[in-house]
Every structure is written in C-alpha cells, then in structure tokens.
C-alpha cells in the first residue's frame, strides 16, 4: 500500500477509534505537537556532536517522548493506556536545572536568539507552547490524559534552558530586553 | 506606490472581490498556505544543489503551485478561474512513489529529523498539514476549490518522501518510534 | 525560585493583572508575538556579520520592539503605560524604502525564498502576518494598543524589504510567480 491513500481527500481522517473533521480540535492538537516534533529535529542538526553531545541525546528521547504525547492526543479516551507518565515529567526537572546552571543568572527577560543552536530550541520553546494552549483548548471540551499538559508545560522550560546553555557553551552569551522588569526571581 | 499602503493598519484588508478582517478564516487560510511556502524556500536553501538538482527543481515548481493554491483562496467564488487542477496531483504521486522508493521500507512512524535539508521537509510536511487544516476549516463555511485540499493532502506525503530520500541520499537513515505500533502497512 | 513553578500545569496561567486560560486569546496573541520572535533570532544568526551588519542591528532593535508589543499585549488596559509608539512605526517606513531600493523593482509576487538569510526573513514576515491576525481577532473582544496593530502591519512589510535585499546583495535574486498577475504598482 502506498502512503497516499487519498482517503483524506474531502477532509475527514481517522484518529485511534474514530472518525473526525481534519480541523477538528484533537487533530489540530496532535498536529500541532507533531509541527513542535519538527522543530526539534531542526534543532539536533545544529548541535555540535561533539561539544552537545549531551543535548543531542535528551532532545532524541524528547522526540520520543512527544510521539508518546501525540500517541494519548490521536487515541479516544480509554481505547489504548496512556504512554506518558510522571516519570517523564520528574526527568526534565533536574536538567532543566543543570542546563541553566550552565549560564550565568538573568533577572530580565532575553532575546531568543544567538547561537544557530540556540535560535533553533527558542524556536522549540515557542512551538511547544503553541501546542500547550491546544492541548488546553481539546481538553476543556474532551477528556485528555493530564500528564501531557504537565509534560508540555516543563518541555518549553527545558527549551528555554537548554538555549541559554548553548550560549553559553558557546560564549555567545544572551542579551538582555532592556526594557523589562525584573522578572525572573 | 510604496508597498506599505497603511491601508490595514485598523485590521481590515482587502481579497480578490472583496474586503474582510485579516484574522477572516479565508485570510487565514491563504495566510498559512503562504507560511508553508516561506518553509519551501528555507528547505531549498539546504539543498545540495548536485545532488540534489532534481528535488529543488520539483520544490521550486511547488512554490509556484502553493501561489496557485493561494491564488484561489484568495478569489472569492466566481471571480476568476480556479488555477489548480487535477493534472497537479496526478504530477504529485509518481514523485512520491519514486522518493520513497530510494529510502529502505519502515513499518513504524520516523522521527522527523536527520540530515538538515530533511529536518526542513519534515518541517514542511508539518506546515502544509497545518495549511489543509486551515482549509478544511473554510471549506465547511464557504465554497472553494476541491481541488486545492486534494493537492495539499498529497503534497505533505510528498515532503515526507522527499525528506526519507534526502536521510537515505545522504546515508543518515531514519529513527524509529521505538513505541510505534505497525502503522505503514 | 526555579524557572518551573509547576503553577501553570493545569491549564490556567499569569498575565499582568489578572489570570487566564492558556488558550485565552490574549495570551494566543502573545504567545504569537513570541513565535515571531523566535524566528527573527533565526534570522539574525544566518546574517553575515561584515555585509549585513546594517541589519542585524536592525533586527536586533525589533527584537526589543516585539517585547514591547508583547508587553502591552499581556497586561491588562490600564495596568501598565503601552510601550509601543508612533515613532517606532515611522521609524520602520524610511527603512523599508531603502531595502526595498537596494533590489531591482518587481511587479509580480516573487517565491519567498533565496540565500538561507532572505529565507530566514521571509520566514519571520509569514511569521509577523500570523501574529498580527491573532491581535486582530484579540482587538475585536477586547482593548488594545492600536499602535501595536500598525508596527506588525508594517512590520511584514520591512521584512519582505528586508529579505530582498539580501538576495540582491548576494546576486541571489528573486524568482517571480510565473502565474502573477500585476500586484506591484
Ligand atoms: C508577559 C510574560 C511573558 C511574555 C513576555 C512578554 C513581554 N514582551 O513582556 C512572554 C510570553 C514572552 C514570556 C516568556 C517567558 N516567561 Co514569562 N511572564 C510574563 C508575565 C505574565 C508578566 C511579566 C511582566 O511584565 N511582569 C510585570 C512585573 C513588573 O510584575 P510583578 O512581577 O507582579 O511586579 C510588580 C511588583 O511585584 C513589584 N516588583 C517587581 N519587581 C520588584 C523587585 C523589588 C525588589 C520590589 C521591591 C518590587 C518589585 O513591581 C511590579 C509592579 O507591578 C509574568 C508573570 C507575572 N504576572 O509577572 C511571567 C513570568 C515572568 N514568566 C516566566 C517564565 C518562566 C517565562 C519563560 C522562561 C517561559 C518559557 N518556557 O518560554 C519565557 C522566557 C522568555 C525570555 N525570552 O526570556 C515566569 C518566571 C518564573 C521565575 N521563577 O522566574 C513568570 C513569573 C510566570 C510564572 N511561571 O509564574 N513571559
Ligand atoms: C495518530 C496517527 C498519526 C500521528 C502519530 C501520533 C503519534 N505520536 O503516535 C501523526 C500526526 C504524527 C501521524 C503522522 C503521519 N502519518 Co499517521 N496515523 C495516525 C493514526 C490515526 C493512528 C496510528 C496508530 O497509533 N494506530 C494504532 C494501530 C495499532 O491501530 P490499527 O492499525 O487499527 O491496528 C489495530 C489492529 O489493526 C491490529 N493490528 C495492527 N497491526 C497489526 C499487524 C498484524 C500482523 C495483525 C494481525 C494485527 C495488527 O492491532 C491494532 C489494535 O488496535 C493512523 C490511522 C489509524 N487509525 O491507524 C495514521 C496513519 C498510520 N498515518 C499515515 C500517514 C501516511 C502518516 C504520515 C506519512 C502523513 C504525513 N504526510 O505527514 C505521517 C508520518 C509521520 C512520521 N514521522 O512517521 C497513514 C499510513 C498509510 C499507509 N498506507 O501506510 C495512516 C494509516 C492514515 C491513513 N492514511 O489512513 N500519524
Ligand atoms: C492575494 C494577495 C496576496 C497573497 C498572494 C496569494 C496568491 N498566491 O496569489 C499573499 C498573501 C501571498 C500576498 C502576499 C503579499 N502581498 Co499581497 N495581495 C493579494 C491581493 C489581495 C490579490 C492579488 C491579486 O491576485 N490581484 C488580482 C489583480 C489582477 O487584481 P487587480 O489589481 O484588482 O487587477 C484588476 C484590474 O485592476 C485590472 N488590472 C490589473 N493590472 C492592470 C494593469 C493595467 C495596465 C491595466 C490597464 C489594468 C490592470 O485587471 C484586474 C482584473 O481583475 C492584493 C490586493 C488586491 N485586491 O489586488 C494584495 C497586494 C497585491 N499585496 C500587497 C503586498 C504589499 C503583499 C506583500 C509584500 C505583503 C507582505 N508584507 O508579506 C506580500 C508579497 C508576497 C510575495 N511573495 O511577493 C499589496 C501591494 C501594494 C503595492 N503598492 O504594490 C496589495 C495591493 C495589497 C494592498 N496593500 O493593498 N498577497
Ligand atoms: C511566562 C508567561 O507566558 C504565558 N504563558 C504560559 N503558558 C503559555 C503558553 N503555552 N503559550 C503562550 N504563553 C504562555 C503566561 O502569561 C506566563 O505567565
Ligand atoms: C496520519 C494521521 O494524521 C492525521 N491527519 C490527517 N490530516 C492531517 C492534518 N492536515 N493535520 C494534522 N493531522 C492530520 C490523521 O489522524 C491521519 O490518520
Ligand atoms: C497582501 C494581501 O495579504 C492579505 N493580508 C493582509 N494582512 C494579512 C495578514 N496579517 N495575514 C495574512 N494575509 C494578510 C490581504 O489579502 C492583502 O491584500
Ligand atoms: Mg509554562
Ligand atoms: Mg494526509
Ligand atoms: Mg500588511
């Protein structure tokens, strides 16, 4: 069988159990983490893989991982068990720490930007915050597993820390946006 | 005349036979059709132009196909020929067959990702499915051309081909989604 | 205090005086601003330092500007004095014109794209158009800065200036869209 199947033609496709509009909310919600997914392999062909080794490593698992989510957003409630856990969650925390203890502390917001690297996971960050606010939307109107909201809330912290790190691996540095207020405490 | 004609400063602007709001869902449809095809400009730029010659020769054509799309959502009904046709998918398949014939067969979803120019199809593949969600949406609340949701269905299977050609062209293979179930059949 | 505070797990999250759904299209709108942001920081890494300068510090000045309408954007009317002016729109026109003038005259649509700089910027112009549309829809139910709508107006139009001249710089050029009727007058 070829991959076009042309079934989606007229604009209805298949999730796991169903049968919906290709605009409706759980297809958009699932699209728009595969369009962060993206992204991300964007951001691993930039990494050094000598220097980012590391990074290269967590944000394959975090491609995974956002297949993980995809997978609980396209099936149906309680047509197949949920594959993301807390577990996953528990893991980013302590890198999101060690990443941002590689830069130098920032009390005001920063440019997203500098390395190619770095420019590439603030694009990450945003993309996985647009898919936030859509899986928040799908699950004020169907039942979602929770765990993924929670995943995708600390993925765009993860983002944030792993671009000022690289700029700082790099000496790159971050620059400041000279009119914010003391923000980050 | 200056492009900047201030004229949409307040919101309002103008389509082929009319005026509406720019966040009107016809706007936004071509509006993202004309994202998608920012994103075929960046994938060519990442292309081998050797090796490569004969996708950025078919991208470059897409880019004037994607105008079309834009071109007959832009109309409203009537006000023009419709310049998207079936020849322009029946054009799409082989491709895809061929592309996909240079990459080894998979059973289970990819991550999108690998070789640079291939992270940028995948991108591509992302925001052309983002396009047809956003027609789909128009197409339920006013009359378009059928043809323009055919095209745009076939051509993210295409950049998903081109994107495994270019990982297996380039010897960097594909990842699987270690907790995919058998999807390609 | 950690950049994760776990208090937007749920769904619900901060803004300038008050407290919203994540999906809320305020924080749609920001959040959007955001995105756009991200890619000009894409942009601005692809730039040559020596021939283009002149514009990294222009970028660099947007990139400040873009916080400035995100702020305005994320407080609510009354909390805060707007940031975004007139000047900085007047500011952006005289610019346009002089990147527009380095690039030989079109009179048809032309395929964004080119050097991997000029598609990085036709990239953040499909970028700013989307931001701009979600403030419309937010400007519809709710008070804004007016001001903030004009500089994105403008904004898209500096960044397809912009983007022609670099491929004018770097005898890239550009394609036209071979269909075009005359749109550039
Ligand atoms: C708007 C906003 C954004 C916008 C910025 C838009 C813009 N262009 O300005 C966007 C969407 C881009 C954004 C992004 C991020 N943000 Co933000 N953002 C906010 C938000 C809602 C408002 C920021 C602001 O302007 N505050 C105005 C300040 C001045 O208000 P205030 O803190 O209440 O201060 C008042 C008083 O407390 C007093 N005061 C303030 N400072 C001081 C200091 C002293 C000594 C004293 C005495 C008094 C005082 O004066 C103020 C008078 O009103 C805050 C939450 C909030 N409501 O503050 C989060 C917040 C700052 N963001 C946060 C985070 C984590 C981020 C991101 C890292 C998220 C991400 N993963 O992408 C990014 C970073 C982006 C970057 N490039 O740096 C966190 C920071 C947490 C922390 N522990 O540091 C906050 C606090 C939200 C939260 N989780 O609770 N953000
Ligand atoms: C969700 C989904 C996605 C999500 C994935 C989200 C995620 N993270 O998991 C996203 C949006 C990313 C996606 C993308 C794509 N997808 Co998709 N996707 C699906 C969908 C809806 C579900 C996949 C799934 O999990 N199925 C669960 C399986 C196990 O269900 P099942 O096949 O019905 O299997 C049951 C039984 O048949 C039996 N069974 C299964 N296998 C076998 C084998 C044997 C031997 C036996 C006895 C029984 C058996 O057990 C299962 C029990 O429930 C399917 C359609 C569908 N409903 O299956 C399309 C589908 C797999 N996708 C398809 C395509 C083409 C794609 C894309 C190429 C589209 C594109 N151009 O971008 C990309 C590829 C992405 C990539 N990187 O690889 C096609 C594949 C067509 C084909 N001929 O191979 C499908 C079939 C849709 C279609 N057109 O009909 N997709
Ligand atoms: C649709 C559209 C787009 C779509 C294109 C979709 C597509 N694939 O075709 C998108 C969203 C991509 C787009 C983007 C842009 N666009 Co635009 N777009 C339009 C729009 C609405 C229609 C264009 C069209 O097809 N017109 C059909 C023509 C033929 O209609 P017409 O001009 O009314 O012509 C009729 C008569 O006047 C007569 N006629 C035409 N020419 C001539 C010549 C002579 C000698 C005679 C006698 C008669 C004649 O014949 C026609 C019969 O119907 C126009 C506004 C408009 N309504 O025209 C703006 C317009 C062309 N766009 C404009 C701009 C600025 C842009 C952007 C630069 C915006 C940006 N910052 O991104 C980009 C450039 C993109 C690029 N890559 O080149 C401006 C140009 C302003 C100017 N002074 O030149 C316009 C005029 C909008 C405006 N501000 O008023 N656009
Ligand atoms: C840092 C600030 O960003 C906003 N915020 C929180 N989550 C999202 C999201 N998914 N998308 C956009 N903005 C968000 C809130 O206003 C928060 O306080
Ligand atoms: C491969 C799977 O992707 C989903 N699907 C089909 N079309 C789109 C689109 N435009 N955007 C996002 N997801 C889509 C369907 O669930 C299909 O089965
Ligand atoms: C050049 C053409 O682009 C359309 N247009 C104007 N503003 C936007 C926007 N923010 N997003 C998408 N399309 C827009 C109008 O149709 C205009 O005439
Ligand atoms: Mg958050
Ligand atoms: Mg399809
Ligand atoms: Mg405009």
Chains 1, 2, 3 share one sequence.
Request: hydrophobic share 40%; proline share 4%; net charge neutral.
């Amino acid at each position: 069988m070829s991959i076009y199947t042309r079934s989606g033609d007229r604009g209805r496709t298949r999730l796991v159990g169903g049968v919906r509009d290709k605009d409706d909310i759980r297809v958009e919600a699932y699209g728009t983490v595969d369009e962060a997914n993206a992204f991300v392999g964007e951001a691993i062909s930039r990494l050094d893989s000598v220097r980012d080794g590391d990074l290269a490593g967590h944000l394959l698992e975090i491609q995974q991982e956002l297949f993980d989510c995809g997978a609980d957003l396209a099936a149906l409630p309680g047509k197949r068990p949920y594959k993301v856990h807390a577990e996953m969650i528990n893991r980013l925390e302590p890198l999101i720490d060690s990443y941002l203890a590689e830069a130098r502390p920032v009390q005001r917001f920063i440019l997203p930007g500098g390395h190619p690297a770095a420019a590439a996971l603030h694009v990450c960050r945003v993309l996985v915050r647009r898919a936030e606010r859509r899986v928040v939307t799908l699950s004020q109107r169907e039942e979602i597993n929770p765990e993924v909201l929670r995943y995708l809330n600390r993925l765009s912290d993860f983002f944030f820390a792993a671009a000022r790190a690289i700029n700082a691996r790099t000496g790159t540095g971050d620059i400041e946006y000279v009119r914010s207020p003391i923000v980050f405490r």
